[in-house]
């Protein structure tokens, strides 16, 4: 199952709301059927929530397309023209896309962010690379102790409902105590970790400084007894 349902909505009316969303294999969800479930979203909540995401590819879909070398020049100057951005039709292609180029980030948006704006949500994403700030693993590791611990039947019914009751069993404190304890510790020790190769890496510029200027001196040295046979 996608771990995005799980990290964006711990109650299980959300988690099962759409059907099209119960998927066993990672592979079989994308972009369109997240969409789908996205919209699904404000129906089972009485206020705005925060929702966490990864960046796989099924996340960052973009609202609209923005054109590319492969975008047809007249699709490019409708798109100029939609955006009011001034240009000339008389143009080539390499300098149209070198105007879209210098505007196009105004209107790189992605498009699950823009529908949870609407519906009043806030999308938080992840840091590519850094799955280690993915917190929910902790909270699903108690879900998934919770179940195993429990499951008698293996039968997917009583699994189902094992589920839903572990999900509600998450607390509040357990998001305070497992996750915010841990995601500043995480954040204090990567921080030193940044200092710590910000100042190797300065060492190691200034010896690979210091021992060309040490060549450089002893080539000269070299050149100045030639200079004088």
């Given at each position: 199952?996608?771990?995005?349902?799980?990290?964006?909505?711990?109650?299980?009316?959300?988690?099962?709301?759409?059907?099209?969303?119960?998927?066993?294999?990672?592979?079989?969800?994308?972009?369109?059927?997240?969409?789908?479930?996205?919209?699904?979203?404000?129906?089972?909540?009485?206020?705005?929530?925060?929702?966490?995401?990864?960046?796989?590819?099924?996340?960052?879909?973009?609202?609209?397309?923005?054109?590319?070398?492969?975008?047809?020049?007249?699709?490019?100057?409708?798109?100029?023209?939609n955006?009011?951005?001034?240009?000339?039709?008389?143009?080539?292609?390499?300098?149209?896309?070198?105007?879209?180029?210098?505007?196009?980030?105004?209107?790189?948006?992605?498009?699950?962010?823009?529908?949870?704006?609407?519906?009043?949500?806030?999308?938080?994403?992840?840091?590519?690379?850094?799955?280690?700030?993915?917190?929910?693993?902790?909270?699903?590791?108690?879900?998934?102790?919770?179940?195993?611990y429990?499951?008698?039947?293996?039968?997917?019914?009583?699994?189902?409902?094992?589920?839903?009751?572990?999900?509600?069993?998450?607390?509040?404190?357990?998001?305070?105590?497992?996750?915010?304890?841990?995601?500043?510790?995480?954040?204090?020790?990567?921080?030193a970790?940044?200092?710590?190769?910000?100042?190797?890496?300065?060492?190691?510029?200034i010896n690979?400084?210091?021992?060309?200027?040490?060549?450089?001196?002893?080539?000269?040295?070299?050149?100045?007894?030639?200079?004088?046979?």
């Open positions: 199952m996608p771990s995005l349902l799980i990290k964006a909505l711990f109650r299980p009316h959300n988690l099962y709301s759409n059907p099209k969303v119960q998927l066993t294999i990672h592979e079989e969800m994308n972009s369109e059927v997240l969409k789908k479930w996205f919209l699904d979203l404000k129906r089972g909540f009485d206020e705005p929530c925060v929702i966490v995401m990864g960046n796989a590819s099924y996340h960052s879909a973009y609202a609209e397309k923005i054109p590319s070398t492969i975008t047809k020049k007249v699709d490019i100057v409708a798109w100029l023209l955006k009011n951005i001034p240009h000339n039709a008389t143009e080539t292609r390499p300098e149209l896309l070198n105007i879209v180029k210098e505007h196009k980030e105004k209107y790189r948006a992605y498009e699950l962010d823009q529908i949870a704006y609407e519906i009043g949500f806030e999308v938080v994403r992840l840091p590519p690379y850094h799955c280690q700030y993915n917190l929910i693993e902790i909270i699903w590791a108690q879900v998934k102790g919770e179940i195993a429990k499951n008698k039947t293996f039968k997917i019914k009583d699994v189902r409902k094992l589920l839903d009751e572990a999900l509600l069993n998450v607390t509040v404190e357990d998001w305070k105590k497992k996750c915010a304890k841990y995601a500043e510790k995480l954040q204090e020790e990567d921080f970790k940044s200092g710590s190769r910000d100042d190797a890496i300065e060492r190691i510029v690979l400084q210091d021992d060309r200027e040490s060549s450089f001196s002893e080539s000269e040295d070299e050149v100045f007894y030639v200079e004088n046979l």
